[in-house]
């Protein structure tokens, strides 16, 4: 079969390999939509998870299924399939005991163009189908479906972690694709304002569409400043991190007031150490929280959060700022994501 | 002083008093706008709080301050307020455990117009008024102003209680003003399916528009076989009790998941106990918790749910379907909600 | 091979059956120790769970494994392990959302001498061995391993949905071999006073060996005037219910504090309704909270409990009163349990 | 009065003042017992909180009431009391939210010999009498009840703050007299292995005694290779910091296992930035969460605390090493802080 890969850091080009073998639990899908993510583009060019070589890229897909195994309970060939970008073991200690994601060792759950072959291919394995693909809602735009593997499940669990309580003031640094989810799922979780922090005009007035309150643009200025002055010296209840890099804690500790958290869900590409301020985070006893982590995957999560869609209350296809046809859609998608124009938001392939 | 009281248990009318001492951390208010409360009509007619003797009724106002206590920080005369319908003791030691609403004692922390005096009268008295006024937002709605004081942090409790997840399904038993609110509080919490119960049109029309996605009609039939049919047999996430009597936990059991949570905002009036039914609780061991509470009151929450309508993320003053001037309009209002026309949500008197 | 069984709702024998079929994920076992369970006397002489037929019973072992399928990745042939009552299917969707107890229905993740035959029987199968079985740890007496299968984790489970704080006062209602696993779990979470319910000599000399302070004797008096006396008005933090029927429910309300909570770990093998005292419960509003659960199952918990042993911080051996050798044994510890001699606690079978 | 005072940066003597006023919250009491703590030394001598010229030192005590104001209600004179370190004000919205520690800004909920004159004198001052003093138990040892100012609530603040669980791994990094109390702490709250680090021997034994099942010594190896060996490789389930310095953190996080947290105690005096490092935090996707926090105070805590003394199950009394009589001790006991002998663990004064 044909596939999209890394060839080695730094090259990328299609490849023939072997349609993948599907186990007693496994389910072989081939593609009907996908997208590429900012983390294939850092697994390329940036090396980030070290050295691989024709490795087929891309974790972001909605399928359908073309083979089951033959212990898997509620599958069957030809449904057609929400994709979870992370897709634990779950039997194992970390599943049982509430951190899937990092089934096997930290951040394990993540396996498509990690540890086999990714979702850019022809065909495409899937472990434990009955645990981590759910049923496409029937009527479901391909979009937003697509987004449901890990823009919408990685935005929405900065959120969750940064435990959203009515009424909270809420910053939001970073509204590429996973930012922009971030301020949805704020705003549907009852947050009050929310400060969008971003520079690109369609994020920033999608930010807008999606619930921001403001918008703070870091190129006219201090961000920290900005808020702070627009909280009246009071700063947020809670901060969350989507994008940035390792300085960016400097800042969202200076805004978070204590008792407040501070939610990662940007993968830290770059550099030994992350640096926190001693005095903003109170010498060690403001409670200001740090957490970050891998977005949950697998089936319950899918279907939950696909509800959201089938009901309304979220429109992640307005993220799709371009669209491609075909497999080979997927190569110019991924350069694009790439050369991050600045109209870009999220490009989709349908295949 | 004159103020609408409950006379004795079946009666009201117009009375004469002195007007309330102000204690050095207390204030003194005039009521700006007022509305009553069906916990007013239980008082008076039901007798739910035992008999009270030419004791001053209502607990929903927005205020101006007229005089404050010396050591009263934040507040000065002239300034106009939220007024919570709970007044804790914030160094009691249930506020310090996290229950200010009982401080004192059960349910001690709700004072007005049952430990003394309440708010339909020329002047109304608030114990720490650091701790329990809020500053009434520039420009904001009185209709909604007042439905801080006890809708909407009752119905939102509701939701908070029975911790709304993203994509969870819920029920919500009983849409007068609370439930409503409850519903409202669901929507921008994350919930996905919201089932209201109920089957006056105008509620119903609002509970959609406050983000109910299916209405059951409890006089076409039962609503547990109702919300399992449309469930397909999987019932809710969660259920919340804003209306109904003492059977209605029977039949919220049988609707919620195993995991799934029971709230309650409903003030039980009647009966000596409350049955749950043995399988449905999964001969106690399904994990269905059940739960219950009197709304947090004080200052910080009615700032933080402020916010939510200052924001636009909500609008309580949707409730208001009658409206009154003059201190005199609580008797109509009042007497209104006592005989509920079919009209009727939430009557509210602007002084 | 031999077992015993449960023939038809009131009788049990030895049967004959065929050894069980191992799956690919699947392991099968002989017993090396085994204890019969108070559920298993209300699955045979009360039908707790309707009929059966020729139902080998018997759901608390340690075992040694004689068969592994081909998937299981961490256990091999003539390794011994702890084995667990409750071996949920781990990725169904009531396991990814946290409930695995309650995999693919209400309780169904008991399945030993529930759905399937139990381990009562010269060999048992158990599902998804990696992620129901634990290493027996080495040199682990065999009383506290059987003690792992159910007793220690439902008694723990009891602490655990009560939330059990720091310097929190319990009662323990019930102390039998779960209740005073219960009352052992409290004292090394943080509990202060434990009063434990009980009147059996040898129950309540081990509740004082558990942890608990005081002794309340259902014989000598009412429990709720018992307790509100010795804790001057004040009631307790949290109830665990480990033993009573449906009324102990109207205590634990009178007895628990504003804010607290009632956790069940008690099979309710009787009647229609559960009756919740209205008044009690603060007319629906006290924040008194209502929980129950089937004890979480699998290989974390059995891992993470045993380490509570092997650390020394906790010796349920002490709650084997008595020890039968050899896998008939199991017949004459069954009749124990069902006839309560005054000196039994929990009787163990070495095989 | 007298009192013994920072006179400046780096120094200290007896000084002469005004006995404080008694407000109509507050009391006045003179000290029975008193402790120096390391942050009165940090104060002094680091400069920790910054210039303070002739303030009374102390915030440790056991005192009895001398006089109270008109609107306390609980406590009379004569009455003996613990004296919490931390002094919120209750009414506060930081209060309201969960964080009484942070009443009115970040850590000003300690006010004694920080904003006003500590209890190192003839008589000192608190506010909110009602919500920030407890009875003293009868019967209570002096060095125990000195210890619930700050020593026994900072230590169990790290146990809870870590979110500990039945049968976690835990290391306590520091055991002077807070990290013994967080030693303690987790053997009462349900940990397993505890791995206490440190190298003095009586701390050391004592960490023994309360609980510890192994010491890390740092003076013979890498504490990150010892318990990553003595845990073959999984790490540790919880982390509490309690001493060392800002690089801490980087063993701390390198230790603790995905989904586990590390919770701060420890004030941090020194340095611009506490480093974290990236990959260890999982590129800051490991779900490795980062607390700290100033304990939190107040009458409550301070009662549930001491229960935890007069149930027997923990025993501050036992880091007193030394013992000095008279209010003068305090100045011995101070520099003996400062000067850290071999022997030291924590010195009280008996007034």
Redesign the interface.
Known sequence: MKGYAMLTIGQTGWIEKERPVC???DAICRPIALAPCTSDVHTVWAG?IGERKNMILGHEAVGEIVEVGH?VRDFKVGDKVLVSAITPD?????????????SG???SGWKFSNFKDGVFAEYFHVN?A???LAPLPEGMDLGAAAMLSDMMPTG?HGA?LAEI?????VAVIGIGPVGLMSVA?C????A??IYAVGSRPNCTALAREYGA?EVINYRTGDIVSQIMEQTHGAGVDKVI?AGGD?QT??QAMEIVK??GIIS???????????????AA??????????????MPG????S??????I??G?IHPEKLISHTFNGLEGVEQALIMMKDKPQDLIKPLVIV
Chains 1, 2, 3, 4 share one sequence.
């Open positions: 186990g007693p639990l980030a212990l779950w039997n194992s200690l970390e599943a049982q005991g509430g951190y899937a994601m990092h060792g930290m951040l434990d009955d645990g981590n929405f969750e309580a009515f009424g909270d003031n799922a705003a549907i979780r009852g009050a304002q309150t991190v390792n804690f400097m204590p008792g990662n869900v940007n993968y830290l590409g770059q550099g030994d150490t992350v640096p926190i301020p001693r985070w109170g010498f060690g006893m403001g409670h200001k929280q740090l957490r970050g982590g891998l697998g089936r319950r999560r279907e939950y959060l696909a509800r959201l089938t009901t209350r």
